[in-house]
């Protein structure tokens, strides 16, 4: 049996970074499928973002922006996309945590 320098065993250690691999594979495959949304103005914009943090549409409610500046659409537009953003880190972070914990596990 291999023995790193520390004294380890480094089949095992290879071991458990393959098997994180693996689980690290897994969670970025779905965070790609899963979907949060975004939203500013009451729901006059709303941005549909995925896990992976990829644009998936934008829905403007024309009853809410009819008479509204275009300098304040804009604003609403970068309200919705951060506030999308925000969400999608969450969920990567809630996804991608539990494993990256495991890199502190290690021995």
């Known amino acids: 049996m291999m023995k790193n320098m520390m004294g380890g065993d480094s089949g095992g250690m290879m071991k458990q970074l393959k098997q994180m691999q693996d689980q690290l594979k897994k969670a970025q495959k779905e965070l790609e499928k899963e979907t949060v949304v975004g939203s500013a103005g009451g729901g006059a914009v ?16 024309s009853e809410k922006i009819r008479d509204m500046k275009p300098e304040n659409l804009q604003t609403l ?16 972070t809630k996804k991608l945590g539990p494993i990256s914990g495991g890199l502190g596990g290690l021995k």
């Open 46 to 61: 709303e941005v549909v973002m995925t896990g992976a943090q990829k644009c998936e549409s934008i829905s403007l409610d």
């Open 77 to 92: 537009v970068l309200m919705a996309v951060n506030d999308a953003l925000d969400k999608s880190r969450k969920l990567m």
